[in-house]
């Protein structure tokens, strides 16, 4: 099938989401059983986490739907494929409209669960920290607010919501100026939550007594949704330009690696050094190849997650021992 105008076939756009799509579900898979085994429990962060590849899903099952409409209509208004009468034209540009409220919903609900999921998972880690708390429901309120105003841009975009579904309306002068203004609006409260998740856990990760490099592993990971806002530039600038080359490609890859990313800190045990983090490796192999474990690591389940600031506090000062030698307890976040 011809590209019409937008740099990849309908084919090889459907590869590219779907194999990325396969990979996030293996990722959500593998963060779910990881929990279940290590923390014996889920959380917000697990929640919002599922509720953002669920949504993803959806964006990509429209996307399948909606895409040969999206072509057939991108052909026609570039000259590819002869004009069809004006009212067949018409019902064309509705249909993909309603295609596109509802994939851009789920898009933009999606993408800000991701950033859910890393603040509820930053609360997690560093509840005990009175002042970082403040912060915190602060940032959640913006990125709340955010999320709002996306929408805003969705079901305003016609200008009045009662005329979204109408062609005429649509196609004024107005219209256009408006929907070149809201392409920036949302890039800008879009980027801005993003920086705030990224930002948001880099002072508390540099003052905790653990080595630089994992430190920098730490705040690497956090820094990952620099890849999506890379993404939503250029996305942005396309779109402002009317440019639909590759625009749709790089839309969907801003969703699947924000999402993907949002798997990736539950696998960060597989690969520190730690001692604690050692013994987390030890039970989780040893539950999936069923084998038996015994270990005299007393907090491996990281039940206390859920204890409040002043238990937690408590059980920082405790040891458990491991083939006769102290170590700090797993949860314990001793800061310079």
Known sequence: MSEAGQGISSEGLLVVIWTLASVSTVLLAGRLLIRSIVLKSFHLDDMFGAISWLLMMLVMIIATVELPLSYQYSSILIGESP????????????????????????????????????????????????????????????????YGTCLIGVYGQCGDAINLFSYEECITPYVALLQSRLVWVDYFFNVTSDIVVIALPMPVIWRLNMGTKQK?????????????????????????????????????????????????????????????????????????????????????????????????????????????????????????
């Open 83 to 146: 004009a069809p009468p004006e009212s067949e034209l018409e019902n064309m540009a509705i249909r993909l409209r309603k295609w596109d409220v509802a994939s851009e919903t789920c898009f933009w609900t999606s993408l800000f669960c991701v950033k859910l999921s890393f603040m509820f998972l930053y609360k997690i880690a560093f509840c005990p920290r009175n002042k970082y708390n403040r912060v915190w429901s602060w940032s959640l309120i913006y990125i709340v607010l955010c």
């Open 216 to 336: 920098l592993a730490l705040s690497a990971i956090c820094s990952l949704a620099m890849i999506t806002i890379a993404f939503e530039t250029v996305r942005s600038v396309k779109l402002h330009q009317l440019d639909s080359h590759l625009t749709n490609l790089y839309s969907y890859l801003e969703l699947l690696v924000s999402v993907l990313i949002s798997q990736l800190p539950s696998y960060r045990f597989l690969i520190s050094p730690s001692e604690k983090d050692r013994e987390y490796r030890r039970l989780f192999w040893s539950r999936v190849t069923m084998r038996s474990y015994h270990s005299g690591f007393s907090g491996y389940s990281m039940q206390n997650f859920d204890r409040t600031p002043r238990a937690t506090e408590s059980w920082g000062t405790t040891h458990s021992t491991i083939r006769g030698r102290e170590v700090p307890s797993p949860i314990s976040i001793n800061t310079k």
